[in-house]
């Protein structure tokens, strides 16, 4: 599916908001570190152990209690204070994350280049490297036989170097997709140069340009989107490896706050909101 003119719209077509509406987004709309409720994790090759903090304080406080007690209670229980620090997780370094195809199966380039391209509406997300950083995954080459788009940019993967991902978070104060998406050529009228399509956050109207490393085209954000590093191995199969430019938004570390993906992570399809408050 491509989104394109006279394709049905099942889930590629924009929502379209009207500015009164999206001004009265509300500012700041955190980046949410939503709790994990599930089974815990088994740290895997380069993670860092999920500690049992509940456990360990518990612990903590039962050895000091002791302590107090051997001691005739001369100590006074103002002394019982609060000793443990706050859970770390997340990851020692980057991991080889395969990215998997909406259905389950190993995402390929031919897959993207078939079924996306620089039209396509619908918000393609996947996570990496820990599981609350959504990323994007573009193909930013015109449909066959087409013209437009872009081919062979910085980061860019795949036949034509148009296949790139960058995160989901804004930059500014975290929005996530469906709030800001990829906004395909003719979405807005406004244009930068011969740039027609662009990364657009409705939140407050930040831009970015995804032929150039997610640079600004417009603020309040002053960051570029973090690019992660796309591999597209010889059995055509597309890999995340890493990441560049500053941290995701939401983490003083993009390896720190969350989980890793594990080995694979799955892409998701979402409607996109659509507002043109580009300044
Ligand atoms: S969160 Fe403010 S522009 Fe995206």
Redesign the pocket.
Known sequence: MNGGPGESCADSCPRMFDLASTSRFPV??AYKLAPYIGPRKVAGPGEIPEVDETKRNALKLAVVAGVIAAGGGGLVGASLQYVGKPPIVGLASYPKVQIMDVDGSPLTATKVMNEYNVTTHTVLTYNYPLRDEPNFLINLAPPAGGSGGATHVPGGVGPLGSIVSFSAI??????EPP??TFYPPGTCPQTFGKLDFYIH?V????TYDPTNKAANLTG??VLPLPQVTLLWESDDTLWATGETGPPVNGHLDTLQGDYGVGSNSQLVKQSPIVACNIA
Do not use: D
Request: with cysteine; charged share 0%; aromatic share 0%.
């Open positions: 700041g709309q804004c930059q500014h104060l975290g929005c709030n800001i956050c939140c407050h109207g930040s309040p954000a």
